[in-house]
């Protein structure tokens, strides 16, 4: 291995990493440091995600790479919502091949050798409600939506004139028992943030046909 492959493996505890990381391992110059860090994206022993941004080449990770982790550190802030946090809690049975995010920048996609990466903006005021920080402290953390909240994301930001448990049904195939699962409260606290007659709408004849307490 060459010196920066032996620089972040003994010094940094994540496989990936940031150029701010590696300033402080490699000594000299910033010419001395780039020429390093082309040398060792060349020779394959680390992965350019994006500007200033790397990790690991596959054999020299210590753990498998986790997507929603790296999405984290590719834009922010932002969170995984939308197909992948649906698919993640189980609510659509369909594979999400691009990781899926909410964030309170511009949206932007970008594509990695490692995988591809979406962000769609929603206003600040709705950012934070239902986001849980997930991961581990020797992985890193990342933050997601509970799947109630990344399917209002997903009927905001696609527009979806939907109007209750049918049309998410047949649409997302979601089972009504993933609906039944969802505590009353989340409902009402979610109409109170979205900014949105549609998603608010959906929401409420979602509450409504369900019914009951849960």
Same mark, same amino acid.
């Given at each position: 291995?060459?010196?920066?492959?032996?620089?972040?493996?003994?010094?940094?505890?994540?496989?990936?990493?940031?150029?701010?990381?590696?300033?402080?391992?490699?000594?000299?110059? =910033?010419? $001395? !440091? *780039?020429?390093?860090?082309?040398?060792? /994206? %060349?020779? +394959?022993?680390?992965?350019?995600?994006?500007?200033? &941004?790397?990790?690991?080449?596959? =054999?020299? $990770? !210590? *753990?498998?790479?986790?997507?929603?982790? /790296? %999405?984290? +550190?590719?834009?922010?802030?932002?969170?995984?919502? &939308?197909?992948?946090?649906?698919?993640?809690?189980?609510?659509?049975?369909?594979?999400?091949?691009?990781?899926?995010?909410?964030?309170?920048?511009?949206?932007?996609?970008?594509?990695?050798?490692?995988?591809?990466?979406?962000?769609?903006?929603?206003?600040?005021?709705?950012?934070?409600?239902?986001?849980?920080?997930?991961?581990?402290?020797?992985?890193?953390?990342?933050?997601?939506?509970?799947?109630?909240?990344?399917?209002?994301?997903?009927?905001?930001?696609?527009?979806?004139?939907?109007?209750?448990?049918?049309?998410?049904?047949?649409?997302?195939?979601?089972?009504?028992?993933?609906?039944?699962?969802?505590?009353?409260?989340?409902?009402?606290?979610?109409?109170?943030?979205?900014?949105?007659?549609?998603?608010?709408?959906?929401?409420?004849?979602?509450?409504?046909?369900?019914?009951?307490?849960?």
């Amino acid at each position: 291995m060459n010196k920066i492959i032996d620089l972040v493996i003994q010094k940094i505890p994540y496989d990936v990493f940031s150029h701010a990381a590696l300033i402080n391992l490699i000594p000299g110059s =910033k010419d $001395r !440091r *780039y020429a390093m860090i082309k040398r060792a /994206i %060349a020779s +394959k022993e680390i992965i350019h995600l994006r500007k200033g &941004l790397y990790c690991l080449a596959p =054999k020299y $990770r !210590r *753990y498998p790479l986790d997507l929603f982790e /790296i %999405a984290q +550190k590719i834009y922010g802030p932002s969170y995984i919502s &939308l197909e992948s946090s649906l698919a993640y809690h189980g609510w659509i049975p369909e594979a999400v091949h691009t990781v899926t995010s909410v964030c309170v920048c511009r949206s932007k996609d970008f594509k990695t050798p490692v995988g591809n990466f979406s962000y769609r903006r929603v206003p600040l005021k709705i950012f934070y409600e239902d986001v849980e920080a997930m991961g581990s402290a020797q992985r890193g953390i990342f933050l997601m939506a509970r799947p109630l909240k990344a399917l209002a994301d997903y009927v905001y930001l696609y527009r979806k004139e939907w109007e209750g448990l049918t049309s998410a049904m047949n649409s997302l195939r979601i089972d009504i028992e993933s609906f039944q699962s969802v505590p009353k409260k989340e409902f009402r606290e979610l109409k109170k943030i979205y900014p949105s007659k549609r998603v608010c709408r959906f929401l409420g004849s979602i509450e409504k046909e369900l019914g009951g307490e849960r």
